[in-house]
């Protein structure tokens, strides 16, 4: 089983599927609120957009390549790399176009859309290969792949990090807080506006 190469294959596409998602889950409220505007308030249901996006986009795909499948139209192989493409290039070249839209909040919206609801196409590529390769041990295989996804979701937090540091939106003003013993001139703003409430 660890010497397969197919196995070795569908375990880095997950685990780089995991990674992306994983970046998603957690710094997508994190970009609303600080490069968007937006208040941890308002962004909980734009946040939660590209989900429900993806939820909807594997039981479409799902659906559709069951059908392609199941009429002919399409052999196995053809159906496992449409998806992939599908699930993993159409959403990375739609987030680095995320990065050029500017601050325009219906354009970056609709880009995480799309991208997300493209990667519920992984229902018909990577989660259903492990069945595939070994149909007796495909929850083992499962399981060892996605130990690998989870290191990959240690990583994501890193190298969000490493990418935003320095950049003048990424300054919560907590920093100054706690050298300076006061509160920043937006931590000020905020306290009043809570006391007016």
């Not at 070795?8 to 609120?33: C, E, Q, R």
């Not at 559709?64 to 993993?88: E, H, K, N, P």
């Not at 987030?95 to 196409?121: D, K, M, P, Q």
């Not at 149909?135 to 989870?150: D, I, R």
Request: hydrophobic share 45%; aromatic share 10%.
């Amino acid at each position: 089983m660890l010497s397969c190469i197919p196995f070795w294959a569908v375990v880095f596409i997950d685990a780089g599927n995991v990674f992306g998602i994983s970046i998603f889950w957690n710094h997508l409220p994190t970009y609303m609120k600080n490069v968007l505007g937006f208040s941890i308030k308002e962004n909980g249901l734009l946040s939660s957009l590209p989900f429900l996006c993806r939820y909807i986009g594997g039981l479409c795909f799902g659906t559709l390549g069951d059908w392609l499948l199941s009429s002919g139209r399409i052999s196995v192989l053809t159906c496992r790399r449409v998806s992939s493409v599908a699930a993993m290039i159409i959403p990375a070249l739609l987030c680095i176009a995320t990065a050029y839209t500017g601050c325009s909040v219906t354009l970056v919206i609709t880009c995480l859309c799309i991208a997300t609801f493209n990667n519920g196409a992984i229902v018909n590529s990577v989660l259903v290969n492990y069945a595939e390769i070994a149909p007796n041990f495909s929850g083992t295989l499962l399981g060892l792949a996605k130990t690998g996804g989870a290191i990959t979701m240690f990583l994501s937090p890193l190298c969000v990090g490493a990418v935003i540091q320095g950049q003048p939106w990424n300054s919560t003003g907590e920093e100054e807080e706690v050298a300076e013993g006061e509160m920043s001139p937006l931590s000020q703003e905020e306290v009043k506006k809570d006391v007016k409430v």
